[in-house]
């Protein structure tokens, strides 16, 4: 099953403009993470927001963390064309620290 | 430092026969996982080892698909016999697995294997 619902499925956008993602999810985490994916390649950390945390920066990447309301928001500022990618939110739960994906985000970033 | 060795990047076979994915981690990295991407989804965990120990493989089709990790180092993923449905990128990470990383530890991804069954 997957716990992370990323929204929108698809965004494009302009070049230099911000970009925003977001997912929702189902139980408690013991963090949340976000993932880049370029076609036919694996995948790529990019930032990881623990459960007690609320917002996070990093470079370009702006990631917060709502769990009252079980959501989470990537920003990308200032977007280049190069970030053009699939972006996917993953939950990680339990002693284990399984991590679950959700579908993904496809941006296109129009030079 | 080296990433996530994987092998091989393609694979093709048709359905009933067997197929072998070899995975190497980071070096001191203990945990290792393995996922399966169909196209258009996102990684569904398999598999992950704790060492040479399985931790959770609750999502594994053991009826076909087995995974080891001999000596706590490489792992290989097989699947016999293939099906259709197995079409997909199959991934490996690792990640420190330390408690000192405990609820912040990150996974590193391999490149992937896509396996395309007829």
């Known amino acids: 099953s997957q716990q992370g619902e990323e929204d929108p499925q698809a965004l494009s956008i302009q070049e230099g403009e911000n970009a925003t993602m977001n997912c929702s999810y189902k139980t408690s985490i013991n963090n949340l993470q976000w993932y880049r994916q370029n076609s036919g390649r694996g995948l790529v950390h990019l930032i990881l927001i623990r459960s007690n945390e609320r917002e996070k920066h990093s470079g370009r990447l702006r990631v917060t963390l709502d769990t009252s309301k079980k959501s989470s928001s990537l920003l990308i500022t200032a977007s280049r064309a190069a970030d053009t990618a699939s972006y996917f939110c993953?939950?990680?739960?339990?002693?284990?620290?399984?991590?679950?994906f959700g579908k993904g985000i496809t941006l296109s970033v129009r030079p | 430092e080296a990433g996530v060795a994987q092998s091989p990047r393609y694979k093709i076979i048709e359905k009933r026969q067997s197929v072998a994915f070899w995975c190497n981690p980071i070096s001191g990295h203990a945990t290792l996982y393995w996922y399966q991407q169909i196209l258009g989804q996102g990684p569904k965990l398999l598999i992950q080892f704790q060492n040479n120990g399985v931790v959770d493989d609750s999502q594994l089709p053991k009826d076909r698909f087995s995974a080891e990790r001999l000596k706590g180092v490489d792992s290989t993923l097989k699947i016999q016999p293939a099906k259709l449905e197995d079409s997909a990128v199959y991934l490996c990470?690792?990640?420190?697995?330390?408690?000192?990383?405990?609820?912040?530890?990150?996974?590193?991804f391999g490149p992937g294997t896509r396996l395309t069954v007829l």
């Open positions: 993953a939950t990680e739960e339990g002693a284990n620290s399984k991590l679950t």
């Open positions: 990470a690792s990640s420190l697995g330390s408690l000192e990383y405990l609820l912040t530890d990150t996974q590193y």
